[in-house]
């Protein structure tokens, strides 16, 4: 029997919310249907003032927990209506939720995303599965990223080393030797969180919230003493494990490196540097580690209709064939919602979803908890 699940996404960014229709068929995920939906304008802006200590922000944090899981009803709805589908025809909602903390060095660890389930659950009449990261926190992991354990169900060959990049928010690599095993994957820095707030706080009045095509980018230089600043990030001196959020890579923590003499384009280019250098030193050391060749690269995620970011990364990668997570046949916007859609599969079924050598968990687990629409 064939099974829906959705999966809801909405990344570091803070630019919309993601939500696909997958079916399964003997445990494998395919693609039925997209809808996606921009964020609010005054919750986005709630939103991103809660990833920031701040005045009343416990009020402000619950009342947002309520209001992001009634937009991601109201998105279920929209996608329900499009593939003509009924609520009692899908098995579960895997919903991610907004992240608005992580802070996987903190002692204790913690990860924090709000989307009050309970709420979504009542709204839609579906069963909702939700709060993935934190059982691998428990197990003394980083709680991200989970897509590495997706990308190895959907992706992997095992006539075939391939290298999976996500230019969500962050960016993330995994590389897929054939064995689960040997899955390796983590954060590698900041892709379209910096690139969107940065282009957002040049252009308040956009009609659109990122630098389509890297068209602002493009006409600027990129400033190699700025670039060298920002790399100095302690992000980039740690060994994977890693993850890193909006905690670490945001607006006051770019403006603090800032000489105040840079042009905004300029800024604006070498954040896509600061992007582009980051991912390829990630995938060039992992060949090394690796002792082979990694030469088939695809990817998935906002930025890879960022022409300017994918021209920066070809020109450090100059051996590798870039490519589109679309020629393994998922759309690059389609994957990271898939992934959530997969995850509340996997719990329905009680399938480990997380991989240790990724996430530094202690053991594989299922992950998430499964509110009722009872």
Known sequence: MAEYYVGLMSGTSMDGLDAVLVEFKQQRPHFVGHYSEPLPAQLATIL???CQPSHHELHRYAQADREFARY????????????????????????HGQTIRHQPYAEPAYTLQLGDPNTLASLTGIAVVADFRRKDIALGGQGAPLVPAFHQALFADAQHSRVIVNLGGIANVTVLPGSPDEVIGFDTGPANTLLDQWFGYCHPQASEGFDRDGAFAAQGAVQSELLARLLQAEFFQRSAPKSTGRDEFNLNWLQQHLSGDEAPADVQATLVELTAVSVAEAITELAEQLQRPLEQIYFCGGGVYNKRLMAALQHHLPRQQLLSTEHLGVQPQHVEAMAFAWLAYCFMHRLPANLPAVTGASRRAVLGGLFSAD
């Open 48 to 50: 991103h003032q809660l």
């Open 72 to 95: 991601c009803a109201d998105v279920v709805h929209q996608l329900l209506k499009q593939q003509q589908l009924s609520a009692d025809q899908i098995i579960a909602i895997g919903s």
